[in-house]
């Protein structure tokens, strides 16, 4: 009985049959940590983190030290640009304390200083509501400079105060089931988005390219923390099309960076 077999010169390259395909490519994924995280079983280093990426579809990511939200935002941000230096893949996210907005304009300045577009605010873990002056006055001075803000929390809470500023604003943290009242803001708010982390109703991603365009979506996975693999292919089998995927995986994220 005969066998066939593919001759070795025939074999394409291994790294061919790793590689993505279009549909399946990430440009960037902007919910990236790495350190020690509350309730998380054990610290994930930044060798990991990039390990884990190297395995995923993802190419390029905004990431911090979880150093600067859980200790202390000038040593964090310091460890997160020491760090990123030489991760072409990474590009760094800043941050600041909220509940100590005294020191927050040294903070961004020195962040503008080093080129960092992005500040991710932690408002969960540090008990900040948008009603307080100190949450106020980080989002003034952040605006004031351009900077795109990766905001945790419910958008229904947080959403409303920062409406009609010119605001670009990146939600870490919308649940499917809280979809509807994201989407009557982005209405009004070109500059509102939404990761893909969260949105796990067969719909969802459907929903925001379709009512209020692919512009208002990035892709997210909070790696490493979560599972990466779902988002992916969420959003690879969406029901979108070709150019709308390729906004929310690459070139929403891109016209940010600049």
Do not use: K
Request: hydrophobic share 40%.
């Amino acid at each position: 009985m005969s066998t066939s077999t593919v001759a070795d010169h025939d074999r394409p390259p291994a790294y061919d049959w790793l590689t993505p395909s279009p549909r399946e490519q990430i440009g960037w994924d902007v919910d990236v940590l790495y350190g020690p995280w509350p309730r998380h079983h054990r610290d994930v280093t930044l060798a990991e983190v990039r390990r884990r990426l190297e395995r995923s579809p993802v190419g390029g990511a905004l990431a911090l030290s979880t150093r600067g939200p859980l200790f202390d935002d000038r040593a964090g941000n310091e460890e997160t640009l020491r760090d990123l230096a030489d991760c072409p893949e990474l590009r760094p996210v800043g941050t600041v304390d909220v509940r100590d907005a005294m020191t927050a304009e040294d903070r961004l300045d020195e962040l503008g200083a080093a080129g960092v577009r992005f500040l991710r605010l932690f408002t969960v873990e540090q008990a900040a509501d948008p009603g307080f002056p100190g949450y106020r006055r980080v989002v003034d001075l952040a605006l004031a400079r351009g900077m795109v803000l990766l905001h945790d929390g419910d958008p229904r809470r947080y959403g409303p105060p920062l409406m009609g500023r010119g605001a670009d604003v990146v939600f870490l943290d919308l649940h499917a089931y809280l979809l509807a009242d994201f989407l009557l803001m982005a209405r009004e708010e070109p500059g509102f988005r939404v990761t893909t982390r969260m949105l796990s109703g067969p719909d969802s991603v459907e929903r925001v390219v379709h009512s209020v365009g692919a512009r208002h979506l990035v892709f997210g996975s909070r790696t490493p923390f979560m599972d990466i693999s779902p988002p992916t292919l969420r959003l690879r089998y969406a029901d979108i099309s070709d150019d709308e995927r390729a906004a929310v995986a690459t070139g929403n994220i891109e016209e940010l960076l600049g």
